[in-house]
């Protein structure tokens, strides 16, 4: 299977940005600038904002809702966290599971990453992992061997059907919130890398068919050279993609 019969995915992680009447007055520009079909397109709000960006994608639309984060028990007492249950009443399709910001401000290891993972597909939400290497490991060559262990450990022991709900995010740390960002070149290695690791987990028909985004200061003037390489389905826009202009752009590459 080639990059071309893999529906590209489009997701805009707005972090820890934007309260309710920015995001519906984001939603009000955005979506009638929204012109290409044939790919996903994936809002992923603060918690706060979840109901009213549900409100404002249309029934059937190519725009999907997603949250950032998810705790991986059903409920309990567990002051501050939310469940995949919550965020399936809320309407969304989609979450994000170990971003590097978890893993590096709230020491998020690959143990609590891969039972959030599973909360995910239990509640029918599909996760996009986030893998990726910072500064150092990078200089030092040891980028391969850190994202083959988050995907191994994220991943571990998931079914063959389970694996192919699954979407991968490449983040390279060094280029989140930097203005860098991986070559192409560099980025589609990485996603080739990714793909051969999946395929000696779970098989090639599981690897060819997974969706893989790049993260990691993507913006209107890179994202058509990075969608160019063939491993590459998508992006995960941050900084970007809370501006409707610019997400827009992204969006119609």
């Known amino acids: 299977m080639d990059q071309k019969k893999r529906r590209p995915l489009i997701a805009g992680n707005w972090k820890m940005h934007e309260v309710n009447a920015e995001a519906i007055a984001f939603m009000k520009a955005f979506t009638p600038m929204l012109k290409k079909k044939g790919r996903d397109v994936v809002i992923i709000p ?29 409920q309990g007492a567990f002051t501050g966290e939310i469940s995949g249950d919550m ?20 020491k998020e290891g690959d143990g609590i990453i891969n039972k959030k993972l599973r909360a995910a597909l239990y509640h029918s939400l599909i996760p996009i992992l986030c893998v ?4 150092r ?7 391969k061997d850190v994202v083959e262990r988050q995907i191994r450990h994220g991943l571990a022991g998931l079914s063959v059907a389970e694996a192919k709900e699954i979407s991968i995010a490449y983040e390279p740390v060094w280029a989140i919130g930097t203005g860098k960002n991986a070559t192409p070149k560099q980025a589609g290695e ?10 000696a987990i779970f098989g090639k028909t599981v690897s060819e068919g997974m969706r893989m985004l790049y993260g990691g200061s993507v913006k209107p003037d890179n994202v058509k ?29």
């Open 46 to 74: 603060p918690f706060t904002c979840l109901e009213d960006v549900g409100k404002s994608i249309r029934p059937g639309s190519a725009v999907h809702l997603g949250a950032q984060d998810l705790f991986y028990e059903k």
């Open 87 to 106: 965020l399936r009443a809320l309407g969304c399709e989609y979450v994000i599971v170990g971003h590097s910001e978890r893993r590096h401000y709230f």
């Open 132 to 135: 990726g290497e910072d500064l």
């Open 137 to 143: 490991q990078r200089e030092e060559g040891l980028q």
């Open 190 to 199: 990485m996603h080739a890398f990714i793909r051969k690791t999946v395929a």
């Open 225 to 253: 050279e990075l969608m160019s390489q063939k491993d590459i389905d998508g992006v995960l826009v941050g900084g970007a993609s809370l501006d409707p202009k610019s997400f827009a752009k992204i969006a119609n590459f």
